[in-house]
């Protein structure tokens, strides 16, 4: 579980200040997770468990509703025009998350093989509540930020991608893979293919350009390519409607190669990186899309630095480039 100095990242410091009205300000929080923040939240499968489950759930586990009072809270700031309100909601957000993440690592520590069918999914609805709110905690990255200190800007960048891959595991070890599990339907088996591709620039090209480029040793070329293809069916516009739950999970199905090309400096993983981060910011996700502006922005800058590897560096880039901005609007 990421574990953050939440008074340093929100700005309000956890001691000596109280919130104006912290009952109607908790029951406001509250409201507004199940009549609009969960209808914010991953695609129409996700949203559905949002809404219909994990209210329910949280009435049993306080550690889901802490979490959804924190999520619910970072949503409201971010919506209030009025700065008494945000420092307000901010200071709910900060406690929240506190108990929950307390609360959750000691209902992880009671789990095992024999644990309950709706505490396993409870569990799991933990991690997905961390996922979500991770990515909305830390939205601003330095432009610079990989160019000043590569790894440390690797770990940021990352973290999210490695709780969701923590998932499957959690899942296997709680035995959660049921049909009774209230996850099932967020949970797709396979990438669906996409239909007949008519976008323009075609993202297949894209990724055709990026494998081509073989900057590395072969076992690092071989996991751009087994990346490429996992990318490739949700890089269409139509896979934004078509299979959202495959673009969210993306990053935690793909951490470990990932990681591993990240760790060899594989521009092209860069690139692949960029390529999600489009669909992923197309989906109009308030909790991920400043995130992923903002990763963007300094990989472009990071990869712009860098001395072209081979001859067809530069076309590459400039169509990656190209592509990208063809779909996000850095100025919006």
């Given at each position: 579980m990421v574990q953050l100095d939440l008074g340093k990242l929100l700005g309000a410091s956890l001691q000596g200040r109280t919130a104006q009205n912290p009952g109607s300000d908790a029951v406001h929080a509250l409201q507004h997770f199940r009549n609009v923040t969960s209808k914010t939240l991953g695609g129409k499968a996700m949203q559905d468990v949002m809404y219909e489950y994990v209210p329910l759930s949280a009435w049993q586990q306080p550690f889901i509703m802490h979490m959804i009072m924190a999520l619910s809270s970072a949503h409201l700031r971010r919506l209030s025009n009025e700065s008494h309100r945000g420092t307000s909601y901010a200071l709910l957000e900060a406690v929240h998350w506190q108990h929950g993440l307390e609360n959750y690592r000691a209902a992880l520590s009671t789990a095992g093989e024999a644990t309950?069918?709706?505490?396993?999914?409870?569990?799991?609805?933990?991690?997905?509540?961390?996922?979500?709110?991770?990515?909305?905690?830390v939205e601003n990255m330095s432009q610079d930020a990989f160019i000043i200190d590569y790894d440390a800007a690797v770990d940021a960048m990352t973290a999210p991608f490695a709780v969701s891959y923590g998932i499957r595991a959690l899942r296997m070890a709680l035995g959660t893979f049921t049909p009774s599990s209230a996850l099932n339907s967020i949970f797709p088996q396979r990438c669906r293919s996409s239909p007949e591709n008519t976008d323009v620039p075609d993202p297949s090209v894209v990724l055709e350009k990026i494998c081509r480029l073989e900057t590395g040793s072969e076992d690092v070329n071989s996991l751009v390519k087994k990346v490429s293809d996992r990318l490739a069916p949700m890089?269409?516009?139509?896979?934004?409607?078509?299979?959202?739950?495959?673009?969210?999970?993306?990053?935690?199905?793909?951490?470990?190669?990932?990681?591993?090309?990240?760790?060899?400096?594989?521009?092209?993983?860069?690139?692949?990186?960029?390529?999600?981060?489009?669909?992923?910011?197309?989906?109009?996700?308030?909790?991920?899309?400043?995130?992923?502006?903002?990763?963007?922005?300094?990989?472009?800058?990071?990869l712009s630095t860098l001395v072209p590897p081979t001859t067809s560096w530069s076309g590459c880039l400039a169509t990656v480039f190209e592509f990208i901005d063809s779909r996000i609007n850095f100025d919006e």
């Open positions: 309950p069918q709706g505490f396993g999914d409870a569990l799991v609805t933990g991690t997905l509540l961390s996922i979500f709110y991770t990515n909305c905690l890089m269409p516009f139509s896979a934004i409607d078509d299979q959202p739950e495959n673009i969210l999970s993306f990053g935690g199905i793909v951490y470990p190669d990932m990681r591993l090309l990240l760790e060899r400096r594989s521009p092209e993983a860069m690139m692949l990186l960029l390529c999600w981060f489009t669909s992923l910011a197309r989906m109009n996700q308030w909790w991920a899309k400043a995130r992923m502006k903002a990763q963007s922005k300094a990989i472009r800058r990071y």
